[in-house]
């Protein structure tokens, strides 16, 4: 493995752990909101349509759409 291959592996785990961690923490925020985004938003300290886009980008499902 050379060391353009080895960068890109190192680059590639590390965006993989970050989405990972992302995800366990807006899942809990959306726990502790009951499901309500906007609160959820609020508790990250994000704006909504962020959250909105990590939802996206994460592949998080909610139910339902909370304001």
Avoid: P, T
Avoid at 18 to 27: G, M, P, R, S
Avoid at 34 to 56: C, D, H, M, P
């Amino acid at each position: 493995v050379d060391r353009r291959q080895r960068q890109m592996c190192i680059r590639d785990s590390l965006e993989a752990a970050l989405a990972e961690v992302e995800k366990a923490y807006i899942l809990a925020a959306l726990q502790q909101s009951n499901g309500v985004q906007a609160a959820a938003a609020q508790l990250i300290g994000i704006s909504e349509r962020s959250f909105w886009y990590r939802l996206k980008k994460l592949g998080i499902q909610v139910d339902k759409i909370v304001r």
